[in-house]
């Protein structure tokens, strides 16, 4: 389902040159549930970045469902990440002038799914937000926030999620309320999962767990 192949990406600092990866190869299969850990400055958010096609490495590839990244122009990836990948944030990145219901419409809108509303309207019932449809981040808690993170990033039915620290900024019991959410509908849908995490004991709600390290994964 996802594959990368001999993947290098390094970094300009000052004079230096900072490698971050090279010759990364790691594959995951569709369904799976995966969490990488790994030091500060590991790569952990690059790997996710990289994955996304927000960044392009310097050599190598990256095939999701089978389409090779080297193959796509920028606005071709720009649409297939709308439409094949969903992101949960440790920060939300909700938009700060939409409602809940809203937020959750808008990946639907740009990839043309028909009645955003009434999808996203189960999905903010689905996560126990059904009385906060009509709220703006600003009136929302972290927890309800990042739930509505969540419903957003299933609502185009997404062949993957890449979760960057969803439950970094939230204490530990709302932090575990809403990780028994997401994984509830990850498993429910069939979602792949790339969780990234410093947090051990949600790294062991994953199938699997991947240290990076030296600019692999093990």
Do not use: W
Not at 63 to 90: H, M, P, W
């Amino acid at each position: 389902m996802l594959k990368i192949e001999s993947l290098k990406k390094s970094y300009r600092q000052g004079s230096q040159t900072i490698e971050i990866f090279q010759n990364l190869d790691f594959e995951l299969q569709e369904g799976q549930q995966v969490a990488v850990m790994g030091r500060s400055g590991s790569g952990k958010s690059t790997l996710l970045s990289l994955i996304s096609g927000i960044i392009k490495p310097d050599s190598g590839d990256i095939v999701l469902n089978g389409v090779s990244y080297k193959t796509l122009q920028e606005s071709e990836l720009n649409d297939f990440r709308a439409n094949n990948i969903g992101f949960i944030f440790q920060n939300f990145h909700l938009v700060s002038y939409l409602n809940a219901l809203e937020n959750v419409m808008l990946p639907a809108k740009v990839c043309g799914i028909a009645d955003p509303k009434e999808k996203a309207t189960k999905l903010l019932e689905s996560v126990g937000l059904s009385h906060r449809l009509d709220h703006l981040p600003s009136q929302l808690s972290g927890g309800e926030k990042q739930r509505v993170a969540i419903a957003r990033a299933l609502i185009h039915n997404p062949k993957i999620i890449l979760a960057d620290e969803p439950s970094g900024n939230l204490d530990d019991e709302t932090g575990k309320a809403v990780m028994d959410i997401l994984f509830e509908l990850i498993r429910k849908n069939g979602t792949t999962l790339v969780l990234v995490t410093h947090a051990r004991d949600v790294a062991n709600r994953c199938e699997k767990i991947y240290t990076l390290s030296a600019g692999q994964l093990g």
